[in-house]
């Protein structure tokens, strides 16, 4: 016979409300630090606006990027979002843990470039990456999966920059 029936369940009770309040200090310290994945790239193609132009939404459509908003002034191409699979977004954001063990499962990119004329021949291209990643990033919170921003490290920015400054160097 227990001489204290109620000291097991007041246990119970102070285990629930010190984890319950770990659980919702962790989830606020994680939403409070949303990361800023937007960070520019930028180069220098050697041809005209309207050859880069052309040149980028060539190399948008050789990746399967599908153009969402085409401004001419100034010259703002966005792209919807493109599916990452997981090694994919595994690859392209910077993670504080192993990216492996970040508990994604798969992700989406949105590209914003700008393109403005710097001369003849010269135009001034940015470009911007917005990555959102879907998974339980911390298991140990018991969160459902979501999405959420994630620091890009650059790695599209440049491959995407690259292919564009190439393409406009090709039709010069």
Known sequence: MNPHPMSFAKIRIAFLVV???????????????????????????????TT????????LAS??????????SPVTIMTKPHP?????????????????ESGYTNGTCELA????EKGAEKTFVEL???????GTPN?????????????SNGKIEREVLKAILGEAKKHK
């Open 63 to 72: 990746r399967g990027d599908t153009l969402l908003v085409q401004d001419e």
């Open 19 to 49: 984890w319950s309040a770990f659980t919702l200090f962790s989830a606020g310290a994680c939403l409070a630090q949303a990361p800023d994945s937007a960070k520019s790239v930028t180069g220098l193609a050697q041809a005209s606006l």
């Open 52 to 59: 880069t132009w052309e040149a980028a939404k060539k190399v």
């Open 139 to 151: 298991k140990g919170l018991m969160r459902a999966p979501a999405w959420e921003q994630v620091p």
């Open 128 to 134: 911007k990456a917005k990555i959102m990643a879907y």
């Open 113 to 116: 470039i700008n393109l403005s």
């Open 84 to 100: 990452l699979d997981k090694a994919a977004l595994l690859s392209s954001f910077t993670s504080t843990t192993k990216p492996e």
